[in-house]
């Protein structure tokens, strides 16, 4: 098991604890009792936000390790890393205005299918190699 690996996996759930806990505050903030979701235009980008995200990690988690345990640990959490900026600047963008956020969502979109490919190509040579 790698430790890069597993360290941008722990990063990777903090982010999302921290975007979790922004949902909560943005809630009282914005005065929108559970379980209702909708009503400020403000919070919805929050709970959109934290939505996006776990959504994505779906995707990006299994990839990543697959990645590392097939092709390389270290390219791996490089790529995660970015993986994380973009969530980040996805995170920042979305919740000054929805148009803001493409620029992260690009960046963590190219780098999840980057570690799927990735991952495709490192499974498909190790079944035809002896």
């Given at each position: 098991m790698s430790p890069w690996i597993s360290l941008?996996?722990?990063l990777t759930l903090l982010?999302?604890?921290v975007i979790t806990i922004n949902v909560g505050r943005a809630r009282a903030k914005y005065k929108v009792?559970?379980?209702?979701?909708?009503g400020n235009p403000d919070f919805e980008r929050v709970?959109?936000?934290q939505q996006n995200t776990l959504e994505?990690?779906?995707?990006f988690l299994p990839a990543l390790w697959l990645f590392s345990f097939y092709i390389s640990p270290l390219w791996g959490a490089g790529i995660g890393a970015i993986w994380l900026l973009?969530?980040?600047?996805y995170a920042w963008g979305y919740y000054q205005a929805?148009?803001?956020?493409?620029i992260g969502f690009a960046i963590g979109s190219i780098s999840s299918m980057v570690l799927?490919?990735?991952?495709?190509?490192?499974?498909?040579?190790?079944?035809?190699q002896p």
């Amino acid at each position: 098991m790698s430790p890069w690996i597993s360290l941008i996996t722990a990063l990777t759930l903090l982010l999302y604890l921290v975007i979790t806990i922004n949902v909560g505050r943005a809630r009282a903030k914005y005065k929108v009792k559970p379980p209702q979701m909708s009503g400020n235009p403000d919070f919805e980008r929050v709970v959109r936000v934290q939505q996006n995200t776990l959504e994505q990690m779906v995707f990006f988690l299994p990839a990543l390790w697959l990645f590392s345990f097939y092709i390389s640990p270290l390219w791996g959490a490089g790529i995660g890393a970015i993986w994380l900026l973009g969530r980040i600047a996805y995170a920042w963008g979305y919740y000054q205005a929805a148009e803001k956020r493409a620029i992260g969502f690009a960046i963590g979109s190219i780098s999840s299918m980057v570690l799927l490919l990735g991952s495709l190509v490192g499974i498909i040579l190790s079944l035809v190699q002896p």
